[in-house]
């Protein structure tokens, strides 16, 4: 979502999905290809061995019958359904900045006037399991210590901070103007994700979604943007090395693991499925949430992932497919639930900042919960700042989980989900 581009929900950011050859285009021009590739679905289903049937356990548990008792031994990661949030780091702009930019722009700010708490808050009282980071590379250090936003409205809270002199990844939307963020520094973000991890060592696996960004935005307004490092291959190899020197590496869900003696990460999770509960609790799944070319740089020499710390978003057929992003739950929801059904992991969006929100239009998160997507993350896991009070909770549970409407087994009750 970037200023001063006044954003459609159809233009998220998201990877021209293919599958096998056929694009899905931007959603609300794309339910023909949408029937497509369901039919792509419908034809691979038909040609090979049912998923549910043909897949081995990770566990020698019998699970015929699904118990509070054996619960974790027999539900899958992909079984599950939880909820996240878009840009978890993310502070509101200062009304001051707001209004000086509508004199240039009217409503410049409208997608991006909206903030979330801290992201431990968001861990441990919101029940939130899936977290988005934006990062932006800093080679030398300082690049973005004085953001033009701060300096017009004297926001001396994110001027001359100690951690932005450093180099390293650094957090926060749009650079200049949407530059408010809860943690600075990729670092500090991981830290902290890991703290909260390591004092609830029983939660349900968290997945975060990790964007680079480096888009030269033109100047307008009172806005001169200071032009961002490209990222290639060597910076998003940086990115994975933050990512180890925070965490102990069975911390981490990595493909490896999950691709295990298969020829492909693919091949493994639809001969063999996900882990279980009881193997990936306490838990943190990394995925790269960039297309091409960033996607392609981190795939270069490991393209089953060999070795990487994320997985990325993929389509099927790939070997590295195994993470599917599909974020418009109104136009995909039949491609979602047959995703779902094939054993892939997927993830949808309940609203587009801030557009449901605004109006309590509540169609597309109707359409999110019982399409089966694993992931649904919101712009408001607690009631919007508007008239409509407008809001995101897992339907029929008050836990940080639930089963999965979609891919959860017989027997599966959302009690048994807690942590």
Avoid at 20 to 45: D, E, M, R, T, Y
Avoid at 273 to 281: D, E, F, N, V, Y
């Amino acid at each position: 979502m970037d200023v001063p581009f006044r954003t459609l929900p159809c233009k998220m950011k998201t990877r021209s999905v293919q599958f096998n050859g056929l694009q899905k285009p931007c959603s609300a021009k794309g339910l023909g290809a949408g029937i497509l590739i369901l039919v792509f679905f419908l034809f691979i289903s038909c040609s090979e061995k049912d998923p549910k049937t043909s897949k081995a356990p990770w566990t020698s548990v019998n699970c015929s019958t699904i118990t509070d008792g054996n619960a974790d031994d027999c539900i899958r990661m992909n079984q599950i359904q939880v909820v996240g949030t878009h840009n978890s780091y993310k502070l509101a702009p200062l009304p001051e900045l707001i209004e000086m930019g509508n004199e240039a722009i009217p409503e410049w700010a409208q997608d991006i006037d909206y903030g979330h708490r801290p992201i431990e808050y968001q861990l441990s009282q919101l029940n939130m399991r899936q977290l988005k980071l934006d990062i932006y590379a800093d080679t030398e250090g300082g690049l973005y210590s004085e953001p033009m936003g701060a300096l017009l409205v004297n926001d001396d809270e994110f001027l001359h901070r100690n951690e932005m002199m450093e180099p390293g990844f650094k957090v926060f939307h749009i650079q200049d103007a949407d530059y408010r963020s809860t943690c600075l520094t990729f670092n500090n973000c991981l830290e902290i994700i890991r703290d909260w991890s390591l004092s609830n060592p029983s939660h349900l696996p968290l997945i975060v979604l990790v964007e680079v960004r480096d888009r030269i935005v033109g100047d307008w307004g009172p806005f001169t943007f200071t032009n961002p490092v490209p990222v290639d291959k060597t910076l998003l190899m940086g990115m994975d090395n933050e990512i180890r020197d925070v965490f102990e590496q069975s911390h981490i869900i990595k493909p490896d693991e999950i691709r295990g003696s298969y020829h492909s990460i693919e091949e493994a999770i639809l001969t063999r499925g996900w882990p279980t509960l009881a193997q990936i609790r306490g838990r943190i799944m990394f995925v790269l949430d960039n297309g091409d070319p960033y996607r392609e740089a981190y795939l270069s020499g490991a393209p089953n992932l060999e070795g990487r710390m994320m997985f990325v978003d993929s389509v099927p057929g790939e070997n590295n497919a195994a993470f599917i992003k599909l974020e418009d739950a109104i136009f995909d929801i039949d491609v979602i639930r047959e995703a779902v059904h094939r054993g892939y992991l997927v993830h949808t969006m309940s609203d587009f900042p801030v557009v449901e929100a605004r109006f309590g239009n509540r169609y597309r998160m109707e359409h999110a919960f019982p399409s089966g997507a694993h992931v649904i993350s919101t712009v408001f896991p607690e009631p919007a700042p508007f008239d409509s009070q407008y809001m995101v909770t897992l339907p029929n549970t008050e836990g940080p989980g639930r089963c999965n409407p979609v891919s959860a087994p017989a027997g599966c009750q959302h009690s048994y989900i807690r942590e």
